[in-house]
């Protein structure tokens, strides 16, 4: 992920394989807890096929920097529990 600074990188250690049979109905019970999350006003979360992407909207950088932080710190929280 490329953030202003630099890019954020991870390994990724857990998961189902691509292109599994069962894959996609795993990916649907674990993202399902995240997806059903109340995310404050301004903040949107999507899923398509196994990826998410969310959706942030504020009237100044300020906000959009806090509302980002706070999605991504959540979401990372969850991710770290599975």
């Not at 999507?46 to 999605?71: H, M, P, W, Y």
Request: proline content about 5%; overall charge negative.
């Amino acid at each position: 992920m490329q953030t202003s600074e630099l890019p954020a990188l991870w390994e990724q250690t857990q998961g189902c394989p691509q292109g599994s049979c069962s894959g996609p109905a795993f990916w649907n019970i674990v993202a399902d807890e995240i997806l059903s999350v109340q995310w404050p006003q301004g903040v949107h979360l999507q899923a398509f096929a196994d990826d998410f992407a969310f959706i942030v909207t504020d009237n100044t950088r300020e906000g959009l920097r806090k509302l980002s932080k706070l999605a991504l710190d959540k979401f990372k929280e969850w991710a770290d529990k599975k």
